[in-house]
Nanobody, 124 residues
Framework: QVQLVESGGGLVQAGGSLRLSCAAS????????MGWFRQAPGKEREFVAALRWSDGATSNADSVKGRFTISRDDAKNTVNLQINSLKPEDTAVYYC?????????????????WGQGTQVTVSS
């Protein structure tokens, strides 16, 4: 069982930045694909970014390209999401997820481990 814990959310003004982190109970994310999703009030959970641990490949949703960057920190065994140029529409709960199937994609159902989420609120 993999336990994921997100941190780094908060309240920020439009145009600002945040860095979200995801730590895991496992010693390593090797063999997993790590993803970030978000869910705004009244909306479905949506894919934000993914990172395949085996080769470091990354992908972003079109809506966040150029502003969001997913990365990994091998020393700390964390997956991070750098969010720049925040907009009010980025307000959501952001979730870290892991796919033990090594699924490198956007479907939330194929990620089998989830964190509790961290709130990001962007004021205008």
């Amino acid at each position: 069982q993999v336990q994921l814990v997100e941190s780094g959310g908060g309240l920020v003004q439009a145009g600002g930045s945040l860095r979200l982190s995801c730590a895991a109970s496992e010693r390593t994310f090797k063999g997993y694909v790590m993803g970030w999703f978000r869910q705004a009030p009244g909306k479905e959970r949506e894919f934000v970014a993914a990172l395949r641990w085996s080769d470091g490949a990354t992908s972003n949703a079109d809506s966040v390209k150029g502003r969001f960057t997913i990365s990994r920190d091998d020393a700390k065994n964390t997956v991070n999401l750098q969010i720049n140029s925040l907009k009010p529409e980025d307000t959501a709960v952001y979730y870290c997820a892991a796919s033990s199937y090594n699924y490198y994609g956007t479907e939330a159902d194929l990620y089998d481990y989830w964190g509790q989420g961290t709130q990001v609120t962007v004021s205008s």
